[in-house]
């Protein structure tokens, strides 16, 4: 069974997706880009705090779904521009000490032309 995951404490999706789908096993949580949680885009911070608004916003999205940044296994991380990589890298590893496996894209455009998106897939 497939149970979709709501919390007002991250930013409502903007499209017709759930911001996670939780299973017995598994937590897909859908991307997060720098949204408040009124759904704005924070666009007057550095790549690091857009990264961090980022994993907070996934992080109010597993705790709803039971989980925690501790039992993500794997994340994608997507960057507008390539050469944020090293700060969003040097935030990233704050947050993420356990190491689960990562992709990391450059893509044209982001939703609202976001700086870095991160998806996750977590442990119940």
């Known amino acids: 069974m497939a149970t979709p995951v709501y919390t007002k404490d991250a930013p ?9 789908i939780k299973t017995a096993s598994t937590i897909y949580c859908s991307g997060q880009v720098h949204f ?13 705090e857009k990264t961090a608004l ?13 989980s ?10 997507f960057l507008a521009d390539m050469s944020s990589f ?19 894209v450059a893509v044209k455009t982001l939703p609202r032309n976001a700086d870095v998106e991160i998806e996750c897939i977590a442990l119940p």
């Open 12 to 20: 409502p999706a903007v499209g017709p997706y759930s911001q996670a």
């Open 36 to 48: 408040n949680t009124q759904g704005e885009l924070i666009t007057d911070a550095t790549i690091a």
């Open 54 to 66: 980022c994993i907070k916003n996934l992080q109010a999205v597993l705790t709803e779904a039971g």
């Open 68 to 77: 925690s940044i501790e039992k993500v296994v794997k994340t994608t991380v």
């Open 86 to 104: 090293a700060e969003m890298n040097g935030e990233y590893e704050k947050w993420f000490k356990h190491k689960p496996a990562r992709s990391c």
